[in-house]
């Protein structure tokens, strides 16, 4: 069924009016929203607001429209008090443009005039006089504190949602987002999605491209690229990948120490990936102090988690030992052999009733230390949609950043940085 938002063929007119028709419909939240922009309150008049068309003009075509270079949206009262928004996805903001609403406002004799430019990314050059800011993500997180009581608030909350999702497969958006991360809603009732998954892991890498102590503490770089195209349709797993500053002079991260991120079917994934493919001789540094010494490394690792992760409801550490092989260059690799475990078995604690069962640690360091086949390590923490309640708010990207920050000591030991 069309959603009631897509009474345009392009893109960004879409998106402008989904947000004119909630304002329009929803007076309250308009109210609120003239308020947030300007930082006052909205006239004690009646306000009208128009879309695409100047205030007292008969309603223009698309075509028209754009090129008449018209103001995507106006908000004004009978007096002279008027809100401009003008809005930007893919297409090019220029200050002429902006300079030439702000003149015809003056014409029509608004001398209380706004003007709201709206965009993906703030805008290189210096904005007009009057003229304030908001990116797109920022009006969602606005819209949706307001979701829960207006109902028309959420409405354009989904239609961004679904818009960000398909947009990039139509050649729309291909550079940065119309939303912002607020948790991972798959449950029974909101079965996953790989369209939205892919929509999910975006958002959430770039809130993790600027977490401060990953920079700091593991030397993530922020602007490495990760896998690249995220693809598999028809698998129940996205993921992407965070590089390490101390591997810059590899250019494929399949032979690096890299920090991945996996949105599954049942449960997120966050794990350090030492991959098949790393030197020899960094690989070699988990083995040099014999079991003993990988036994009290992850005892380390273990200790961390509990104590940065610990305390949030449903998490389990995790260690994956995965052996694989590809039939061709281009498929998709086939799984030869895979040991998951949580390294509750090896440590047992008082918050768990886990088993104690060591030999699981021990069998992975004889897998890692003898391997023979194309063998890769994870380690880290899941987070299941189930027991982790944490999963649906946007405080699961700082238990994703502090599962990484735990397994500081694994990739210590590799980089030879222990103290």
């Known amino acids: 069924m069309r959603n009631i938002f897509d009474q345009y063929s392009q893109p960004e007119n879409k998106l402008t009016h989904a947000l004119v028709t909630a304002l329009h419909e929803d007076r309250k939240l308009l109210g609120k929203f003239v308020r947030w922009v300007t930082g006052m309150a909205p006239p004690a ?76 990314a703030e805008p290189k050059f210096k904005l007009p006089k009057g003229s304030i800011f908001k990116s797109w993500p920022d009006i969602y997180e606005w819209l949706y504190k307001q979701s829960g009581w207006s109902y028309w608030a959420g409405k354009v909350c989904e239609y961004m949602d679904v818009a960000e999702s398909k947009w990039p ?25 790989y369209l939205e998954a892919k929509r999910l892991i975006k958002l959430i890498m770039a809130e993790l491209r600027s977490h401060t102590a990953l920079n700091k503490q593991l030397g993530m770089d922020p602007v490495a690229p990760g896998r690249g195209m995220i693809t598999g349709k028809n698998a129940s797993l996205v993921w992407d990948c965070l590089r390490l500053k101390a591997f810059d002079h590899e250019k494929d991260f399949v032979k690096t120490v890299h920090l991945t991120v996996g949105i599954q079917s049942e449960r997120v994934v966050a794990i350090i990936i030492v991959p098949n493919s790393i030197k020899r001789s960094l690989r070699n540094r988990l083995f040099q102090d014999g079991y003993e010494g990988f036994e009290e490394l992850f005892r380390q690792v273990h200790r961390n988690i509990n104590k940065t992760v610990g305390k949030v409801k449903g998490v389990e550490s995790y260690v994956d030992v995965l052996q694989r092989h590809y039939r061709t260059q281009k498929s998709q690799p086939t799984v030869d052999a895979r040991q998951t475990f949580s390294l509750d078995t090896a ?73």
């Open 347 to 419: 440590f047992p604690s008082k918050n768990s009733d886990v088993k104690h069962q060591p030999i699981w640690l021990e069998s992975a360091y004889e897998l890692l230390a003898n391997k023979k086949g194309n063998t890769q390590l994870g380690v880290g923490a899941v987070f299941s949609y189930a027991n982790c309640p944490s999963v649906k708010s946007p405080k699961i990207v700082e238990s994703i950043a502090n599962t990484w920050l735990a397994c500081k000591p694994l990739i210590d030991v590799i980089l030879d940085k222990q103290k």
């Open 45 to 120: 008049k009646s306000i009208n607001i128009v879309e695409q068309r100047l205030p007292g003009d008969p309603e223009s075509n698309e075509t028209d429209y754009s090129r008449q270079g018209l103001p995507d949206a106006w908000i004004y009262s009978d007096d002279d008090w008027s809100l401009i928004i003008e809005n930007k996805v893919s297409a090019t903001l220029t200050r002429d443009q902006l300079n030439r609403h702000l003149a015809t406002a003056n014409r029509r004799g608004f001398t209380k005039v706004t003007l709201l430019v709206v965009d993906v």
């Open 169 to 193: 497969d139509d050649n729309y958006l291909k550079e940065g987002t119309l939303t912002k991360f607020s948790g991972i809603p798959f449950d029974n009732d909101n079965p996953y999605s």
